[in-house]
């Protein structure tokens, strides 16, 4: 299984950025996916999830109500929109896909996922 994501940057305190990560087909649409983050010093942590399907979601506290992860299995991509962001949201993200296909948002959040290589994300204060 192989994911690539892309989309990180440098942004300032309050801005946006979206997330991308392309898959190949079978994971597009068979696996529930999703993002995880670690910064400096710190542990991965999951951040959003989206199930197989789409129909449902699964985001960590600290991003309810600012991040909005969404997926188009036409283009074998799946998406995190970054709104409001903040300096503690600067971490590498990681894109994830569940390693047991047609699963729930929320056991991407268990970590037993295949892995994509990070992207960079920066919010400047």
């Known amino acids: 299984v192989q994911l690539q994501a892309s989309g990180g940057g440098l942004v300032q305190a309050g801005g946006s950025l979206r997330l991308s990560c392309t898959t190949s087909?079978?994971?597009?649409?068979?696996?529930?996916m999703g993002w995880f983050r670690q910064a400096p010093g710190r542990e991965r942590e999951f951040v959003a999830a989206i199930s197989w399907s789409g129909t449902s979601t699964f985001y960590a506290d600290s991003v309810k109500g600012r991040f909005t992860i969404s997926r188009d299995n036409y283009e074998n991509t799946a998406y995190l929109q970054m709104n409001n962001l903040k300096p503690e949201d600067t971490a590498v993200y990681y894109c994830?896909?569940?390693?047991?296909?047609?699963?729930?948002?929320?056991?991407?959040?268990?970590?037993?996922?295949?892995w994509g290589q990070g992207t960079l994300v920066t919010v400047s204060s």
């Open positions: 994830a896909a569940d390693q047991i296909p047609r699963t729930s948002a929320q056991a991407v959040s268990m970590g037993r996922n295949y």
């Open positions: 087909r079978r994971t597009s649409d068979t696996y529930a």
